[in-house]
């Protein structure tokens, strides 16, 4: 029952705070080059497009990921010449390794523009040859994560990634392969799909388990409005009352193994947390579709790469529109990531929003203290075991907003 009223109170704010304003001063604040901040860049190429992804991918075309590559080279460079400075880097996509020589010279640059300690780059299984681990090491990647969703054949078939990937166990062995040429190896798995049991699921976490996989994140499956279709046709109709069960499951499996980095990220000591909105309360978004969010403005680049491509041609930022959050709204972004993370400080809040910080949030914090999900000890306040699948609904509550908003854009 609390669950659910998650899910609906949830999904209508969040639906509410990402309807952007197309064209209205869709500017980014100043650069901080003191400022610890994450710089994502978005690489949307996909070898084929499976079909509960919701987030902005085409299928690859050379040339133009080539052309693609380059504009976003020139986006870095006008970041740099406005005096952004960025410690960390996470690539996502679709699949960022599809062109590992265009990836090499983009991260090369960030790292010639920026102050980048870590790089965290996603990629697919049959992407994992030998090859590109050593050119991904050369680059200087601290954190690979795999998209591997399932290891279950029948589940992989009905998704589309069989004939693309190979089978469960082929791709459980590529993983094991390369264990240990990374600081963090991290799988990231889905859950809930309609097909989905609870014997497939205990199989793929004894898998995961014996790969020796540094860290799993495991995703509750989110659809957009347009991929929930697509999921129907394919998989069948999506059930949330099982993706409790589902998230126990997965929690006390792996508990012996790993430590929760987050709501939904499973980590062994000394890895890198999955999530960077965990570790950064900002980061700037580069690349068609990207989202950033930084002084309290989030913003979305265009989401029509050949528009990208033109604008950073003629020296433009490719800014579609953006968004200026209240004081308020900041500060349950922040309750939402931080608490995401396990843990919020006060402590932060006083920092960043004056004596009145906890203000902003007295509502959120009784209700989930009422409700058994929050606990508080000496200055923190804390998730507890009830907390965390909640912290689960409201996050995916939050990308699949997200993913609409991403529908919304591609529709227009």
């Known amino acids: 029952m609390i669950g659910k009223l998650i899910t609906e109170v949830t999904k209508w704010e969040f639906s509410r705070a990402m309807r952007f304003t197309e064209g209205v ?192 994140t495991y995703y509750p499956l989110m659809v957009s409005e347009s991929t929930r279709r697509k999921v129907k046709k394919t998989l069948g109709i999506v059930d949330y009352r099982k993706e409790k069960r589902f998230y126990q499951l997965i929690s006390k499996k792996l508990a012996p193994y790993y430590r929760f980095s987050s709501a939904w990220c499973f980590s062994r000591r000394g890895t890198m947390v999955d999530e960077y909105i965990v570790d950064y309360d900002e980061y700037a978004g580069l690349g068609s579709g990207s989202i950033g969010y930084m002084d309290g403005r989030s913003y979305a680049n265009t989401f029509d790469i050949p528009q990208y491509i033109e604008m950073l041609d003629r020296g433009e930022l490719p800014l579609m529109a953006a968004r200026d959050f209240t004081p308020t709204q900041q500060a349950r972004y922040d309750f939402l990531m931080k608490l995401f993370g396990l843990k919020l400080d006060i402590s932060f809040l006083r920092k960043k929003y004056g004596g009145g910080g906890i203000g902003h949030l007295w509502r959120e914090i009784f209700a989930f203290m009422l409700t058994g999900g929050l606990r508080y000890k000496r200055g923190t306040f804390y998730l507890t075991d009830r907390g965390r699948y909640y912290w689960v609904i409201m996050m995916r509550e939050f990308f699949t907003a997200v993913n609409n908003f991403r529908d919304f854009c591609l529709g227009r």
């Open 25 to 216: 001063d869709a500017s980014l604040p100043r650069g901080k080059t003191n400022h610890g901040m994450l710089l994502y860049l978005h690489i949307p190429f996909c070898e084929s497009l499976c079909p509960y992804c919701s987030f902005n991918r085409v299928l690859f075309d050379k040339d133009l990921c080539q052309k693609y590559h380059s504009a976003l080279r020139k986006e870095i460079q006008l970041y740099k010449d406005k005096d952004y400075n960025f410690t960390s880097v996470y690539v996502g996509g679709g699949t960022p390794t599809i062109m590992m020589d265009e990836l090499e010279k983009t991260l090369l640059l960030a790292a010639d523009c920026f102050s980048i300690r870590e790089i965290s780059v996603e990629t697919n299984p049959n992407h994992l040859t030998q090859e590109n681990v050593d050119i991904l090491k050369k680059i200087g990647i601290n954190r690979l994560s795999v998209g591997v969703q399932s290891f279950d054949d029948g589940l992989l078939k009905a998704m589309g990634r069989y004939e693309k990937y190979g089978s469960g166990n082929m791709i459980a062995g590529r993983i094991a392969e390369i264990s240990g040429q990374f600081d963090t190896l991290n799988a990231d798995m889905i859950f809930n799909f309609p097909v989905q049991t609870e014997e497939t699921l205990d199989r793929d976490l004894d898998i995961l388990i014996n790969t020796g996989v540094d860290q799993v």
